[in-house]
């Protein structure tokens, strides 16, 4: 009688039992170079014999034959390299979409328990965002607002309930625990790789224009371009909605108040910025777009 045969339960094979071999991207276009130059080179120099048999001749053919493969091969490796490339960037990229929606779910704990208004995160990220391209930011230094914004209260999460959401005026050493949490915010940042260099607005949107801010005490540019287009948006939303702590603004108070802290605590081009763009940016941060 004849054994039957078990099926392979490897993690590289296929339901049956097949066996799947996985190569990694450069062993992929190493081995495609070397598989389709040797058929080049095997091909065209029996045709270039069967052709040619002038010595001369062959000599001239052979150096242009050379030439040929050089230039063949080096569009296949662009196009190759090319493809890698692209699957690598598709990759890291649906990486960081699965690390923000994280991010996302964390803030909206923060959010309740923090008892803010809803939407509250997503709303100052998309304001900070539109505010930071008016500023001329793009690229990189735009992805790292959008995870600063989303992350500016990351720090509070060490922080007892009692000091969050009470509802009075805090008390000196309450205060003084409040203001450790831009450095905790920081801290906490810097351990995670892709977040590091988004750390500033956490750390510095409760610095000043004016320089009496903290936690460092920084001064006018000395306070890094993302934390002050954040603190304005922050002000903004901070009045403009209902708070534990205080009723919502009418927005022509708020309006006016951000033009009274302006070159005091707001960096005054950058409200300038805000307020002459003030209804599309509402609108960007009233309106989900996601």
Known sequence: ????????????????????????????????????????IWFS???????????????????????????????????????????????????VDSHEQALRVLVEAMDVRHKETSDHSERVVRMTMGLARLA???????????????????????????????????????????????????????????????SVIPYSHHERWDGDGYPQGLKGDEIPLAARIFSVVDVW???????????????ADVLKYLREVSGSQLDPTLVQLFLDNYPALKTLALNPTR
């Open 1 to 40: 009688m004849c054994t039957p045969v078990s099926e392979c339960t490897c993690t590289g094979c296929a339901p049956g039992g097949v066996l799947l071999v996985t190569l990694s991207p450069q062993l992929r276009t190493a081995g495609t170079y070397v598989l389709v130059s040797a058929a080049y």
């Open 45 to 95: 120099g029996h045709l270039l014999g069967d052709l040619v048999h002038d010595p001369h001749r062959i000599v001239m053919y052979q150096i242009f034959k050379g030439w040929f493969f050089v230039l063949g091969t080096g569009l296949l490796l662009y196009w190759m390299i090319g493809r890698t490339v692209h699957r690598l960037a598709e990759a890291n990229r649906r990486l």
């Open 237 to 251: 939303d901070a009045l403009s909605f209902q708070r534990v702590y205080k009723h919502a603004w009418p927005e």
């Open 136 to 198: 001329g930011l793009e690229g990189d230094a735009l992805r790292d607002i959008k995870f600063g914004a989303l992350l500016h209260d990351i720090g509070k999460l060490a922080l007892p309930d009692a000091i969050l959401i009470k509802p009075g005026k805090l008390d000196e050493s309450e205060t003084r625990l409040m203001r450790a949490h831009p450095r905790i915010g920081y801290d906490m940042l810097q351990r995670v790789d892709f977040l590091s260099s988004a």
